[in-house]
């Protein structure tokens, strides 16, 4: 499988998000956001966290704009598989791939911890090595997380079973750590080939720097 | 001309820095504050004489980039110069 990694000024995440690709015996190309074309034969692309051009504005909202964006929404909307993490689901809902917003967290600090979440859905490429209830033990960080729908786009995104991942804490119980609607850390689009989520499972690959539960959910994406 | 465009939350969407800052006034003792909400300026300098051109591009500015129009509203402004 190729994955192509996403590089934009202010990006932090794709080397690590290669590792976790490569350790998963995948091809890793990291693109540049100045060009205009995926590599031929992408099999996902991922955009990686970090603060892309800054977070100036709103987090991702000019990020949106790069040359390589464009190739993305092609890819996307032709139906090729998108996996946004952090600052790159973000992305996705500043570029409408994803419905809802994303605000400050509503305690307005920056928040670098572990965080167990709840399997909400598993009909879906990302999750399918998961179980529905199943809870995972994976980072998160960012300042700017807070999930933002209305209710109608709620009910929606329940009834297409697009709600992926909640923030509960260790015994499943709902936790929001930053004000996110219903709790909600992970979404994807109606036609589940767009996925979005906070946090980062790239850096739960390896139980010895605390979790390896990120492992089956990248798996998903595995041929 | 210049152009000033204000970017606010929209009613009924909870601004957790407005909500930071309203504490921190109480705690000052400024207690009849009822309310803070918190907006960002932006402010155009834009090569265009015609007021009424000016308003139909800088609304498509925000509509396309300098507002979120899922969480935020914008009003668009010419100060007397």
Redesign the interface.
């Known amino acids: 499988m190729l994955v192509a990694v996403a590089v934009f000024p202010g990006t932090n995440c794709e080397i690590d998000t290669k590792y976790a690709f490569e350790k998963l015996g995948q091809e890793v190309v990291l693109v540049f956001h100045k060009e205009e074309k995926l590599p031929e034969g992408t099999d996902l692309v991922v955009l990686p966290g970090g603060f892309s051009y800054g977070d100036y504005l709103r987090s991702a909202a000019i990020a949106k704009f790069s040359p390589i964006m464009k190739a993305v929404i092609d890819f996307a909307n032709q139906g090729g598989k998108v996996l946004g993490i952090c600052n790159g689901f973000q992305m996705l809902v500043e570029a409408r791939l994803l419905p809802g917003a994303m605000k400050r967290n509503e305690n307005v600090h920056f928040i670098s911890q572990f965080h167990h979440l709840k399997v909400i859905a598993n009909d879906n490429t990302f999750l399918q090595k998961c179980s529905v209830g199943e809870l995972l033990n994976v980072p998160i960080a960012h300042g700017e997380g807070s999930f933002y729908i209305d209710e109608a786009g709620l009910k929606e995104l329940y009834a297409n079973h697009q709600v992926l991942l909640t923030y509960t804490n260790e015994k499943g119980d709902l936790q929001n750590p930053n004000g996110s609607v219903d709790s909600i850390a992970g979404i994807c689009n109606k036609a589940k080939n767009v996925f979005g989520l906070m946090p980062h499972p790239e850096r739960a690959i390896e139980k010895i720097l605390g979790s390896d539960d990120g492992v089956k959910m990248l798996e998903g994406f595995l041929n | 001309m210049k152009v000033i465009v204000n970017i606010q939350?929209k009613n009924g969407?909870?601004d957790?820095?407005g909500k930071?800052v309203h504490h921190a006034l109480a705690s000052l003792k400024f207690n009849e504050v009822g309310d803070v909400r918190i907006g960002k300026q932006i402010i155009l300098d834009i090569a265009e004489t015609d007021k009424k051109n000016a308003q139909e591009r800088v609304q498509v500015m925000c509509e396309e980039?300098?507002a979120?129009t899922?969480?935020e509203d914008y009003t668009i402004e010419f100060p007397a110069c």
Do not use: T
Request: net charge neutral; charged share 0%.
């Open positions: 939350l969407v909870l957790p820095q930071a980039l300098l979120n899922v969480i």
